[in-house]
């Protein structure tokens, strides 16, 4: 039986749950890096359906799920690596799904909030959000998103180019309101 055989529910070691964790998330960097974002998807998934058989799990959207009684409760430092595992998996997810041919940005809006949810600073998160936004017309969150982005890395391109974006279609927006009043 392989390494990544057992059901993320099947009864084990929390440590070892992480490290199947870990590995799947490894296998999904090697396959995102190789531009198969399908299989990484995949990779990633599974990685975090390994932490869902810890004890006491939530993961980043915040909700608290029962730990199992009896269950041995996790150590700061797995509870940090769980943390980081969840952050690394949800924010490459989102980076999976911006490389589809069909952007579901209702998605990736979606991890990228479970990012923030855990590391409100995460610049990954805060740009893909605003691009997510924009993509889903709506214009202001996309703009407070991408400033805050930008508040972390000002000089970066592609979240000034955004900016520009998000500021044009609002400008846009108001101007037809203008026209109609």
Same mark, same amino acid.
């Given at each position: ?5 057992? =059901?993320? +529910?099947?009864?084990? #070691? =929390? ?26 998807? +995949? ?9 869902? +058989?810890? =004890?006491? #799990? ?9 730990? &199992? ?5 996790? &150590? ?5 690596? %769980?943390?980081?595992?969840? %952050? ?13 041919? *069909? ?5 990736? !809006? ?19 959000? +605003? ?6 017309? #709506?214009?202001? !969150? ?11 890395? =000002? &000089?970066? &391109? ?6 520009? *974006? ?13 026209? %109609?009043?």
């Amino acid at each position: 039986m392989d390494r990544g055989s057992l =059901p993320g +529910g099947a009864r084990g #070691d =929390p440590g070892q749950l992480i490290l199947r964790s870990m590995d799947f998330k490894s296998q999904g960097a090697q396959c995102y890096k190789d531009k198969k974002y399908r299989e990484a998807i +995949g990779k990633y998934h599974r990685a975090l359906l390994e932490l869902k +058989g810890l =004890p006491g #799990d939530k993961d980043c959207s915040g909700g608290p799920q029962q730990p &199992t009684p009896g269950a041995g409760q996790l &150590t700061e430092e797995q509870r940090r690596a %769980v943390e980081g595992i969840e %952050v690394d998996c949800y924010n490459s997810l989102a980076a999976c799904l911006l490389q589809a041919e *069909l952007v579901n940005y209702e998605r990736v !809006k979606e991890y990228c909030l479970k990012v923030l949810n855990k590391e409100g600073e995460n610049f990954k998160a805060l740009y893909r959000s +605003g691009v997510a936004f924009y993509h889903l017309g #709506d214009f202001d !969150k996309a703009l407070y998103y991408l400033k805050e982005a930008k508040s972390r890395q =000002p &000089t970066d &391109t592609n979240v000034i180019r955004y900016i520009q *974006l998000a500021e044009m279609k609002l400008s846009r927006c108001s101007q037809r309101e203008k026209e %109609v009043s």
